[in-house]
């Protein structure tokens, strides 16, 4: 699947990452694959149906495109370095979290995160302190 083709497919549907797996493949992409969601309905911001597709990883090649994945565990924060290797980077469960995405370094690399601090009140006395 191309960019602009997945882009396509992400501005006129919905994509549901929940069937991710938290992977610990630190700096290397893995094969993902969309499957229509048959459970499901989706509509867009004028109420029209859209479809529904649930992204996971699988071992086909034929069926599947490269992407990283940036894990997610409830009070911890995961990071994923982004090389050359996939066009994509997908991550779960966004729920009050924050999703980081650094500067380029010199080698052409990126660090994203994943961090929910939200049990342990860190990301509730934090918030407090920004808005003061």
């Known amino acids: 699947m191309t ?8 501005e006129s549907s919905i994509i549901k990452t929940g069937f991710l797996r938290n992977t610990s493949v630190y700096g290397r992409a893995e094969l993902v694959a969309l499957s229509p969601d048959q459970q499901f309905k989706g509509v867009n911001d004028k109420g029209a149906a859209v479809p529904v597709y649930n992204l996971k990883q699988t071992a086909n090649a034929m069926a599947g495109f490269k992407s990283y994945i940036c894990d997610y565990t409830p009070d911890k924060v995961h990071y994923q ?9 997908f991550t779960v469960t966004m729920n009050g979290c924050t999703f980081g ?5 010199d080698d052409g690399t990126v660090m994203v995160t994943h961090g929910n601090m939200n049990s342990s009140g860190l990301g509730e006395s934090t918030a407090k302190r920004s808005i003061r």
């Open 101 to 105: 995405i650094g500067s380029q370094a």
């Open 81 to 89: 370095i982004l090389d050359q290797e996939a066009d994509y980077c």
């Open 3 to 10: 960019p602009s083709e997945l882009l396509n497919l992400m």
